[in-house]
């Protein structure tokens, strides 16, 4: 018996296919396009009320126009508009916004300036800090001798006596506030400060005497020393 033998027929050559997974490389770039300073029109009269907004934009860095009105008179801006189309109140301040947006009141004014406007100027403390509502309280201790400053420049003398008797009360509070602490609600400057400061210039327009007040005086000095406050009352001329 024999045995035959062939060799097994070459198997086809396989070709080795990689299966390396496959990756998509996406490149996001991103520019950040620097914000626009919010530029805001503040309706002033010099040396009333609006003049503690001013030294407030100054004090926070903001961007601002400043438009006159003859409050005293026509009512018109200084272009010739009627500002009672502004603000039907006819008072300043008011603060115009970019959107056209009109916001009436000292105190209202002040707060939008450096919440919203300037929030980290420090010129307000921070919601839930306890000092934040020492600071609107004095705003609204302020707003009412504002209007008791008012009956002041009345003609009539016996009207004043009243009124001189509530602001000597009225600052006896401040100046015992100012006898511990270098402004009216703490050591740094807010805007109940620049409010102070125009409320004590009006002592002065109507004789009312505040030389038994030595640090209210001195506080009135160390204000009035501010470079931002300095350029706000020449501007106010």
């Not at 929030?119 to 609107?136: E, F, M, S, T």
């Not at 003398?157 to 009360?169: F, S």
């Not at 005497?209 to 506080?219: A, I, P, Q, T």
């Amino acid at each position: 018996c024999s045995v035959l033998w062939s060799p097994p027929a070459p198997r086809p050559a396989r070709t080795r296919v990689s299966s390396l997974p496959h990756y998509t490389c996406v490149i996001s770039l991103h520019f950040q396009v620097p914000s626009l300073p919010i530029m805001v029109k503040l309706y002033y009269f010099p040396n009333v009320c609006s003049l503690a907004p001013h030294i407030t934009l100054l004090e926070a860095g903001a961007q601002f126009e400043l438009v006159k009105v003859n409050v005293f008179g026509d009512h018109k801006t200084e272009q010739g508009v009627d500002y009672y189309t502004i603000n039907p109140k006819g008072a300043v301040p008011a603060l115009e916004l970019d959107d056209g947006q009109i916001i009436t009141e000292v105190t209202a004014v002040q707060q939008y300036i450096v919440e919203v406007l300037k929030p980290n100027a420090q010129l307000l403390p921070p919601v839930g800090d306890i000092k934040r509502y020492r600071v609107i309280e004095a705003l609204s201790y302020l707003s009412e001798m504002h209007r008791t400053y008012g009956a002041l420049f009345s003609p009539n003398e016996d009207a004043k006596k009243e009124p001189r008797e509530k602001l000597n009360k009225s600052y006896a509070i401040i100046d015992k506030a100012l006898s511990q602490h270098a402004f009216f609600t703490g050591d740094h400057f807010t805007i109940a400060d620049s409010f102070l400061f125009v409320v004590n210039r009006w002592a002065y327009m109507c004789g009312f005497d505040l030389s038994g007040y030595k640090h209210v005086l001195e506080f009135q000095k160390q204000v009035e020393a501010r470079p931002k406050v300095q350029e706000a009352l020449a501007a106010n001329k």
